[in-house]
């Protein structure tokens, strides 16, 4: 393998967490981001329970997408590797994950409940409801809890397209985001936690609101994603 | 046209944007200002999809008010540009405008709810609720998305005197508002997103508020706007 | 009179809306604080509607207490001055008042509900709950609206201590806090809206919840109030 | 007693106070934290109502396990020394208590409800429900009031285990955290508050939310403690 290439990799993604550490998302040492580098099949992780403050570039965990250490002297990869990897796996499109505790998505996973597309800065982003997943089996939190958790991640994506859903809630746990980098799925992370915090007033201020309409929904993430966006300078 | 006003023009989009951006009611790229040169019909407004932190004065867009970019070179403007057109071209009295996704505000606005005016903080800048459009209509959201957006807005104001209610919440959405300058634009939408936040806990205090009576109303009203107004060191 | 007491009384009255200003509880030209100097019956307070930021000592308003201006060249001072003159006429051991909109305190005024006595944290300041006026009436809003703002606290204050309750809400408007002096009437005002948001969440977590019993309201306030308190290093 | 040990605690102590101060849990000289130094048997705690700003090491109480001053030159120590005092008699493994009013677990404690256990946050630090102790009875808070609280947090673990669950509400007050020295019972109080706040939360999406179930809970806070536990780099 290139070493230089895995240095850049390491880098992106020690960067993707220092932002990630940054953006008010974060409390101790919750959190982790990992990236992918897709030709030599190698995933970078920060290392696990390691404070933000004084980690660095090196301390990032090379792994292999089965999920052996590339360099023996590596810390402890997160907890959370077997999760990030199945991930790899099975969305072979996307090159980044961020996983959070955050504050208002993490709400709606413990009360087991799907954030609801209320407007159009969730549908900006997200192409409907942002999914929660069924509560975890019980033989499943016995064995390989965190590849089962990426399992369950992946089942709640059976009829739904990862391209234009980047996140899911994990039910009685929290959010997984993802997108083409570290840096992209870190970005994922803060707008996922901004329209549940969005979501959370405007159901308090109602009971119950419905969904915005189709029309509306396709006509602003289309906006943004895809052949016919036309937001921003490209 | 003269350069040196259209100069100043960008400076105070400019400034009126930055500001705004220092506000804590934008996250991303999201939110955007314009303001207007009534004496030749000129409107410089923040470019689509730029970072605010990179931001330079000369970025911001000049465009007619039948929509034409002025200077060939400039980037591409606020995708939300004909909406802003719309609302200068109906509200004749105002020179600046400012849309945000503002946390509270966007709440009601998704919530499809009014502003209910529960204090003296709200009468003191708003003659009334703040008003919420109906749902757009798919055949608006399929042609010129973002001028019927303006169009909704106006419609809104039918029954309405857009100078003593400087907002509007699109359904949905997010707020608009404007002022004599972007720069009062900005103040509109801060003070929009503060009495949002007072409603909102009031409101989950207590189910259903009813708004303040006219009489106090009219008093906070008048006591900051019009010829009566004693309010500070005029 | 001596003007060298004059000249401490405003920075007194400077040094606490100073104070109120880095707070938190303030936004834009918002709240205003005000002193008394109980020989000479001359208040100092802040002008009406000029920003925090570039204020001076010497920008404060001498008034005496029946609300004449004591220096000519005096800007104008807050218009609350009325209700502030009130509040010093009839609560005649108080020093200091402080008028705030801080976000939950303003929420249970726009509700028109007294804030319930719901822990030791409110104990610790305030002796029962903090009452909400009446809202005014028709009358008074029309003739002396300020004047009649300082009566109706009076007035809620009928048949209560001035001395162990340093804060009112008026309905439909928000809080006013005292104290022995301005610094005083400041602090009261931050643990106003601490108590205010406690109450408020407990309140989400409940709908209704009762005041704690009086012999834990009795032990937690005299903990800290009277002959007998024992907190700190007296 | 060695003085050189002595000042060591001072310092463990004075820096877990100044954390606490930092933390944004603390208003006011609201707050406090001790460590006891178990061979000797001496505790060291904030002093009473002294402000965080201007606090030194020597500042720090000395005092034994019976409630004497062992340095007759200390000021007087925080008014709840007894509660601290109580709880290292009964739980002799902990070596730090943190006592706060921070905003959401206070308003648990003030809805007299325990905090239930609603996601794999709270499993990885509290082993089921934070409990709520009763309401204290007339006869505690006349006598010894902060030693009855003492013994009514004792109480409440009668059944429960005080190493699995590091904090208790007091009802209509606050909570008590404490761990292996000053610094966890500091630690344990921040994420004691943020558990709060995601169940807040939570339960304002559903009215009630029941708690994780059992292996879900076993297998998160397993992760992170005791002898099969496999986060960080042990």
Redesign the interface.
Known sequence: MDKENLKKLKKKVFDANIKLAGSGLI??T?GNVSGIDREVQVMAIK????PYSGMKVDDMVLVSLSGEKIEEES??PS?DTDTHLELYRNFTGIGGVTHT?S??A????????AIPC????HADYFYGPVPVSE??E?RC??DD?ELETGKLIVRTFKNRDYRNMNACLVA???PFTWGEGPDDSV?SA??LE?IA??????????GT?ED??K??L??HYR?KHGKDA????K
């Open positions: 409390i101790s919750f290392p696990s329970g390691i810390p402890n907890s505790h504050g208002y993490t709400a709606f996973a413990q009360a087991k409940k209320l407007g159009t800065t509560v975890i019980d939190i016995k809890y009685c746990h929290s970005e803060i707008m901004y915090k969005l979501a959370y007033r405007s159901i308090s201020l109602e609101v915005i309409k029309t509306l396709d006509k906006r036309y937001y921003g300078q």
